[in-house]
């Protein structure tokens, strides 16, 4: 998983010595450009205004100190000021006319989401080749680590590994989902535990996994051996539902190799791994099937960390992809299924024309569509920034053929 490419070496002045330590280029943080060293007298406003300056924080005091200054810093960030009068224009906003605050609220929604990633990921901790800690009362998390980063490259110049300990934290929360695993109950479906890696996105949202499970099998899947394709398969939660359902056999695709191997052991936990094909490629494999499925990300956008990667699409760069090559890749009466929210079209990112434009500029019919209203809690919060678009929302199942 990792790769001496993926790594770049930070210096420091410390106790009048110049210090170095590596730094994880795919971080979902910018290698920072100024270090000052702190510890447990560090009181949390001067921690904040530092933090706001740009510069981060090298942490030497009590490891769980550093855990109550990091919930110090979100909580400072809470009542920053025009934090609280931000949340009430956006209610206004919604109020009286929730579709003209997108995408403009949107965007600042974003804003403010990196902002306070900035500022939460400047408190960083060292940790040696192995991800240990020699701070005072620090948790031993080598095994979360070595799982979401895995192995310390070898550098005659380091040692040691600088991270955010919010990232360590998010680790450390992968780990324990990944132990745990997501229990999920699809109807008309045994029980299923997906056990999500570090990077790959969790099915918590279990309403795109009940249309999947309710669509009705295009008629040239009932034969035997139809190829049936998963693209993007993630944690393979889709193949494992498709093949309950009776597909014999599927082959599943993603570009990303965290994704590959947690669909893997997902599948091996599942007691599926050898009914599913896993390939490396982007989009589609070889030839054609009588049912492709794809569920990619929902908003067009710029992803900012490996979770966002299943959020955001720039470009719209892989739905357009899959509706373009469809059907080139369907056999006779064959079918695509698209799963896809309707959010980008309540925060204005993108029309329901320009996706039925693409549709048909592909060569596809829309033989149905079946809905789906979301369960989530952000979807019942009103004081979420986005309240007026996701209360909207729909999350849908497009059966697409070739026209």
């Known amino acids: 998983m990792s790769s001496s490419r993926n790594w770049s070496l930070l210096q420091w002045q410390e106790q009048d010595a110049t210090h170095a330590a590596l730094w994880r280029m795919d971080s979902t943080m910018a290698a920072p450009r100024r270090i000052v060293i702190a510890d447990d007298s560090l009181p949390a406003d001067r921690a904040y205004r530092l933090a706001c300056e740009g510069q981060a924080m090298l942490w030497r005091g009590d490891f769980q100190n550093a855990r109550q200054l990091l919930q110090a810093l979100g909580r400072r960030l809470d009542k920053a000021p025009g934090a609280s009068s931000a949340k009430a224009r956006h209610r206004r906003a919604d109020a009286d006319d929730g579709k003209a605050a997108f995408p403009h609220a949107f965007h600042l929604h974003r804003q403010a989401q990196a902002q306070r990633a900035r500022i939460l990921s400047s408190l960083l901790i060292e940790l040696d080749a192995g991800w240990r800690c020699a701070l005072r009362r620090a948790p031993d998390w080598s ?53 999500p890696h570090y990077g790959v996105f969790s099915p918590v949202r279990g309403e795109y996994l009940d249309l999947v499970a309710q669509a009705p099998l295009p008629a040239a899947v009932r034969q035997a051996q139809a190829p049936v394709w998963d693209i993007g398969v993630g944690t393979g939660v889709l193949s494992a539902i498709l093949l309950h359902r009776g597909v014999q056999q599927v082959v599943a695709t993603d570009l990303s190799d965290r994704a590959l191997a947690c669909a893997q052991d997902n599948l091996q936990r599942l007691g599926l791994a050898r009914r599913v094909d896993l390939r490396h490629a982007d989009l589609f494999p070889e030839g054609r099937a009588a049912l492709v499925v794809c569920n990619p990300p929902w908003l067009p956008g710029k992803a900012s960390s490996l979770l966002e990667q299943a959020v955001y699409d720039e470009g719209s760069r892989m739905l357009r992809g899959f509706v373009q090559g469809l059907a080139s890749h369907l056999q006779p009466e064959g079918e695509g299924w698209l799963i896809l929210s309707d959010l980008a079209e309540h925060l204005k990112l993108r029309s329901r024309d320009e996706l039925l434009g693409w549709i048909e500029a592909a060569g596809l019919k829309v033989l149905g569509r079946q809905d789906i209203r979301p369960r989530h809690g952000k979807a019942m919060d009103a004081a979420d920034p986005l309240h007026a678009a996701r209360a909207a929302e729909l999350t849908s199942l497009w059966r697409l053929a070739a026209a």
């Open 143 to 195: 095994l979360a680590c070595g799982e979401a980063w895995g192995d310390v490259p070898q550098d005659e110049a380091a040692a040691s590994v600088l991270v955010p300990l919010r990232e360590l934290l998010g680790a450390l929360g992968a780990h324990e989902w990944r132990k745990k695993g997501v229990a999920l109950a699809v109807p008309g479906l045994p029980p299923l535990s997906i056990h």
